[in-house]
């Protein structure tokens, strides 16, 4: 190996471990922190090991309740934003020339526009005809930037598709709604997925938006900025190393299954 080959292979070596250190450091504090006995939510002082934190947790019903909230909340925006999401690709895609710049434009605007102003907008639309704050508020104004998402990974996947195929299946006697659910679904089933999967994501960390149209709710990013103002605890941390816990059994699971499907087909 030259000298030059390396130092770039030295320099990428080093360029990864800063990187994935600086990703996974928060993580692996707040995760020590969750074991600390300290009841603020720091590894320094260590004052001894215990697991009381996840104990409160469990007792702590308010908390609960708002991650339940959050999970119908990121559920129902899904719901919505799926389908008009992949309607909307669909409906990009099958254009051409300006219009179809100009209709991205408009369709990818709020992903440009800032989450407070998204929430401020859908409170003063809606407070007009009564409705000041909830669930549905929230799931309306969370899907109105999420869509975007869900459009532009659909959008991504179909730029991959051989339109040949519909029209084989059309000339053949097969009705446009066969071609779609037997055809062009099972394509972006993979697009699908992960779109769902974003989405929910998506819905449970947003903050900005949600805070503005919430009402009476307290969906768990509320809740959590709520709790860092009046005293925040480390069962807070137990939370969050719950849920990275499931989100990486849920990834380890998804890739298990994955692989071994392939081994099936090979």
Known sequence: MTSGGWI????????????????????????LATFNTSRFPTVTPWQGATLKWFQDLWADQPMWHAAWTSALIAFLVALVSLPVGTAAALLLTSLNGKAKSVLYAVMVSPLLT??????????????????????????????????????????????????????????????????????????LKPALLASTFLAI?????????????????????????TKVRTGLTPAVNALALIMIAAAIVGAAGYEIARRRQQSRQS
């Open 201 to 225: 994501l998506q819905s449970i960390e947003n903050y900005n938006t949600t805070l503005f149209v919430r009402g009476f709710e307290t969906p768990l990013t509320v809740f959590i900025a």
């Open 114 to 187: 800032p989450g407070v102003v998204i929430g401020i907008a859908t409170l003063v639309l809606w407070r007009q005809i009564g409705i000041g704050g909830g669930l549905f508020l929230i799931v309306l104004a969370q899907s109105s930037f999420i869509i975007c998402y869900v459009m532009l990974m659909v959008a991504a996947r179909l730029q991959r598709f051989d339109r040949t195929q519909e029209e084989a299946a059309l000339s053949l006697g097969a009705s446009k709604f066969m071609v779609f659910r037997r055809i062009l679904l099972p394509f």
């Open 8 to 31: 770039a292979k030295a320099l990428f070596r080093f360029y990864m471990a800063v990187f994935f250190l600086y990703l996974f450091a928060p993580l692996a504090v707040m995760g």
